[in-house]
């Protein structure tokens, strides 16, 4: 399982952190970024990062102080509002090699604007 003594500074959202690689930024404050996810699998498909550097939901829940996993949740939720996701949306976070985790840097998906196909 990742965790935080192998954060990666070279991966692609601690890129987007430091701004050497764009992105369409959808909502900022001082414990997160959010931007469009690059291969959208939702008509609505937008990617919510912690500014703190944390590796997976792991090492996030382990480590992360209060204020930032609060901020975390509630930013999710205001994103949503300001997305228009009143009809509903999805949450994903991805964790780990079998969970389908790709980029070592704590992440949410939030998909939605459209009828999603129901897995679980
Ligand atoms: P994971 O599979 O790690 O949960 O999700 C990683 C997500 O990051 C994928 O949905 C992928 O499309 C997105 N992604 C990968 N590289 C970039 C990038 O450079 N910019 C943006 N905006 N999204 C990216």
Redesign the pocket.
Known sequence: MINIEEYDSQN?FAK?LRNE?P?NKIFENEEILA?????P?ASVHV?VITKEKFCSFNDFSKNASDKCITSLIRGISKIAKKLNLSKGYRIVC?VGHYG????PHL?F?ILGGERLWQKL
């Not at 931007?35 to 291969?39: K, P, T, V």
């Not at 389908?100 to 980029?103: K, S, T």
């Open positions: 692609v987007i690689l992105s931007f469009s996810d690059i291969n699998q990617v991805n389908g985790q790709v980029v992440h998906h």
